[in-house]
């Protein structure tokens, strides 16, 4: 047995762990990471960024297409150059190019398997690691296998399977409509499958604005795929190499994988939290400072919290956690329904802040406008033709936007503005001075604007 002490110890190496590291350690602090698997974590090795990889290609020839001139030069997708690039993004499954991004910063890594034992007390192994200020959770999730009848013994794809395959399917079922299963429906469907995505709601991407899941299965049906909403799965089964699944309306569908993508489970059902009196293997609750209640030298951040299972506000919540180890006066304010989220499929789905639904649930006197996405000068050059809606919430008594969704080919950019004057609450006084340039696309907060009244 060994031991050693720090000042921080940070179990979890994936972005928000690596971000509230590395700012301790900037700031001075003798921080030690934990990790059991792959520096980096989930995000860069089977989440974000080989999703990306797989998607963009399919999504640029779309554009492409929709171009004339350029649309004469298109051919298809070289799938194999496709895998290849998303082996070069995720490095092979090596995280060789990740650790010197710590050794830069000073920061310990211990690898192995962290174990609260005590206050500010960490097991790994045979090591015993103490932190003098703060302990930091950051152990992530993974994906939620439902108890359906024969689906783990029909050995589902999850998401990490589905973003690391060397071959393509010709059919795939998808379970679930959120993110990861329409973005891993548009991936497989540019690479020639012929995908089923079973939904148990009224329409993909349910938590979103109901024109943008609408779309997207417009866009779907236009693709090939083939959206079975408001649909259960009853019973899975695999033979001689193929899936069936039976669905609650009496119908089944097969195919050659199935790829589960229905919620992500908190990895915290061996951390230790047991003996802290926390209950293991649910979302830890924390404060707006990111500690545990009656612990203030817990802090927990990104997915494990389950307030925004988004990288990005992992990564805000790291810094958030670090400064207030630090001795800032710092807390939350953009989290939950105020976090910024893009679906990458095509036509993109960006959003901010509240749902017209949502906001009215709130308690808001809300008003949503709309206007086409492509209704613009900006919008004749990129993404001709393509469908797509823009969505400011106004709050009518605070005359601030509170929510937005914009839907269309790279929408994704557009978003930051909007998180901008959602977060900053801008009045709309002021955003009509906020001249955009002609022509480009960002003329829709222009006729966002206009709509409104102004």
């Given at each position: 047995m060994s031991e050693r002490s720090f000042d921080v110890v940070v179990i979890g190496a994936g972005p928000a762990g690596e971000v509230c590291a590395g700012r301790l350690s900037d700031a001075g602090l003798e921080v030690a990471i934990v990790e059991e698997h792959l520096v980096g974590g989930e995000c860069s090795f089977y989440g974000c960024m080989p999703s990306k990889a797989l998607l963009r290609p399919g999504q640029v020839l779309a554009e492409a297409r929709r171009i004339p001139g350029a649309a004469e030069a298109v051919n298809g997708l070289d799938v194999p150059a496709v895998f290849a690039r998303r082996d070069e993004v995720i490095n092979h499954l090596h995280d060789d190019n990740q650790t010197p991004w710590l050794d830069a910063h000073g920061i310990a890594l211990v690898r192995g398997h962290g174990r609260i034992t005590g206050e500010r007390t960490v097991q790994v192994g045979d090591e015993t690691l103490t932190a003098r200020r703060a302990v930091v959770t950051a152990t992530g999730t993974e994906a939620a296998?439902?108890?359906?009848?024969?689906?783990?013994?029909?050995?589902?794809w999850t998401n990490r399977h589905a973003v690391t395959a060397e071959e393509v399917p010709p059919t795939l079922v998808v379970l679930g409509g959120g993110t990861v299963g329409v973005e891993m429906a548009s991936a497989y469907a540019s690479f020639g499958s012929r995908v089923t995505v079973i939904e148990a709601g009224p329409?993909?991407?349910?938590?979103?604005?109901?024109?943008?899941?609408?779309?997207?299965?417009?866009?779907?049906?236009?693709?090939?795929?083939?959206?079975?909403?408001?649909?259960?799965?009853?019973?899975?089964?695999?033979?001689n190499g193929r899936v069936t699944v039976e669905l609650?309306?009496?119908?089944?569908?097969s195919g050659d994988?199935?790829?589960v993508a229905v919620g992500r489970r908190t990895l915290s059902a061996d951390l230790g939290l047991d003996d802290l009196g926390v209950e293991p293997g649910r979302p830890i609750e924390v404060d707006d400072a990111l500690r545990v209640p009656g612990h203030d030298w817990l802090y927990v951040i990104g997915d494990a919290n389950g307030r925004a299972l988004l990288t990005h506000m992992g990564k805000y919540q790291g810094r958030i956690a670090a400064d207030r180890i630090l001795g800032r006066e710092v807390a939350l304010r953009s989290d939950g329904a105020l976090s910024p989220r893009v679906t990458f499929t095509d036509p993109q789905v960006a959003a901010v802040g509240h749902t017209l639904a949502s906001a009215q649930e709130a308690g808001i006197d809300a008003r949503a406008v709309d206007v086409p996405t492509g209704g613009n000068a900006g919008g004749s050059f990129v993404g001709p033709g393509a469908?797509?809606?823009?969505?400011?919430?106004?709050?009518?008594?605070?005359?601030?936007?509170?929510?937005?969704?914009?839907t269309g080919p790279e929408v994704a950019e557009a978003l930051h503005a909007a998180t901008i004057a959602v977060i900053g609450e801008v009045p709309l006084d002021d955003l009509w001075h906020a001249v955009p340039c002609f022509p480009t696309r960002s003329e829709l907060w222009l006729k966002l604007l206009e709509a409104y009244g102004m």
């Amino acid at each position: 047995m060994s031991e050693r002490s720090f000042d921080v110890v940070v179990i979890g190496a994936g972005p928000a762990g690596e971000v509230c590291a590395g700012r301790l350690s900037d700031a001075g602090l003798e921080v030690a990471i934990v990790e059991e698997h792959l520096v980096g974590g989930e995000c860069s090795f089977y989440g974000c960024m080989p999703s990306k990889a797989l998607l963009r290609p399919g999504q640029v020839l779309a554009e492409a297409r929709r171009i004339p001139g350029a649309a004469e030069a298109v051919n298809g997708l070289d799938v194999p150059a496709v895998f290849a690039r998303r082996d070069e993004v995720i490095n092979h499954l090596h995280d060789d190019n990740q650790t010197p991004w710590l050794d830069a910063h000073g920061i310990a890594l211990v690898r192995g398997h962290g174990r609260i034992t005590g206050e500010r007390t960490v097991q790994v192994g045979d090591e015993t690691l103490t932190a003098r200020r703060a302990v930091v959770t950051a152990t992530g999730t993974e994906a939620a296998v439902p108890p359906i009848p024969g689906l783990r013994e029909a050995r589902p794809w999850t998401n990490r399977h589905a973003v690391t395959a060397e071959e393509v399917p010709p059919t795939l079922v998808v379970l679930g409509g959120g993110t990861v299963g329409v973005e891993m429906a548009s991936a497989y469907a540019s690479f020639g499958s012929r995908v089923t995505v079973i939904e148990a709601g009224p329409r993909v991407l349910a938590r979103e604005e109901p024109f943008a899941g609408d779309e997207v299965c417009a866009a779907f049906a236009d693709a090939g795929i083939e959206v079975r909403a408001d649909t259960r799965a009853t019973a899975v089964s695999r033979a001689n190499g193929r899936v069936t699944v039976e669905l609650d309306d009496g119908s089944s569908v097969s195919g050659d994988e199935i790829l589960v993508a229905v919620g992500r489970r908190t990895l915290s059902a061996d951390l230790g939290l047991d003996d802290l009196g926390v209950e293991p293997g649910r979302p830890i609750e924390v404060d707006d400072a990111l500690r545990v209640p009656g612990h203030d030298w817990l802090y927990v951040i990104g997915d494990a919290n389950g307030r925004a299972l988004l990288t990005h506000m992992g990564k805000y919540q790291g810094r958030i956690a670090a400064d207030r180890i630090l001795g800032r006066e710092v807390a939350l304010r953009s989290d939950g329904a105020l976090s910024p989220r893009v679906t990458f499929t095509d036509p993109q789905v960006a959003a901010v802040g509240h749902t017209l639904a949502s906001a009215q649930e709130a308690g808001i006197d809300a008003r949503a406008v709309d206007v086409p996405t492509g209704g613009n000068a900006g919008g004749s050059f990129v993404g001709p033709g393509a469908p797509g809606t823009a969505r400011i919430v106004v709050d009518e008594d605070r005359r601030i936007i509170v929510g937005a969704t914009f839907t269309g080919p790279e929408v994704a950019e557009a978003l930051h503005a909007a998180t901008i004057a959602v977060i900053g609450e801008v009045p709309l006084d002021d955003l009509w001075h906020a001249v955009p340039c002609f022509p480009t696309r960002s003329e829709l907060w222009l006729k966002l604007l206009e709509a409104y009244g102004m």
